[in-house]
C-alpha cells in the first residue's frame, strides 16, 4: 500500500519532469558540449507560442546528448520531430502555455574524440 503510494509519487514527479524538461543520451562524462543556446519567445495573450529550433553539426559530429530546459518551469512542452541521438541534426519544437512567453536553454553534446 504504502509502495504503491510511493510509486504513484515517483511517476508524478518523473511525469512533471518530463513536462518541463527533455533530457536525451549522455550530457555528462566524456562528452562536450558542441552548441548551446537561449530560445525565447514573448508571450501573447491566449494563445500558445510554437517554435521550432534546428542544430546542424557543422563537422558532421553524430548527437550523443540533447538537454533542453524549460526555464519558465512552465506547462510549455518540447518535443524532437527529426534527427536526434545518433544523427548530426536535430529539430526540436516547443510549445508554451496558453498565454505564456518560452524560454528554453538547449543544449547539444557530442563525443569529443569523433573525428
Ligand atoms: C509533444 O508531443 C506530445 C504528445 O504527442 C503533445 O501532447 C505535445 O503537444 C507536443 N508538444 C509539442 C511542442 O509539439
Ligand atoms: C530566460 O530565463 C533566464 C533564467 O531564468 C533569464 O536569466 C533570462 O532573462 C530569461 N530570458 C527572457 C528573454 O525571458
Redesign the pocket.
Known amino acids: 500500500m504504502r509502495l504503491t503510494i510511493l510509486i504513484t509519487v515517483l511517476l508524478i514527479t518523473l511525469y512533471n519532469v518530463k513536462g518541463d524538461h527533455l533530457v536525451l543520451g549522455n550530457i555528462g562524462v566524456r562528452t562536450s558540449l558542441a552548441h548551446e543556446k ?1 530560445v ?1 519567445y514573448n508571450p501573447f495573450p491566449f494563445l500558445k507560442r510554437v517554435k521550432t529550433y534546428f542544430y546542424s553539426d557543422p563537422r558532421n559530429r553524430p548527437i550523443v546528448g540533447i538537454q533542453v530546459i524549460d ?1 519558465l518551469h512552465s506547462k510549455a512542452s518540447v518535443n524532437i520531430t527529426a534527427g536526434g541521438l545518433g544523427q548530426p541534426f536535430v529539430n526540436l519544437r516547443m510549445k508554451s502555455e496558453r498565454g505564456s512567453g518560452l ?1 528554453y536553454s538547449i543544449g547539444i553534446y557530442v563525443n569529443p574524440d569523433y573525428q
Open positions: 537561449i525565447t526555464m524560454n
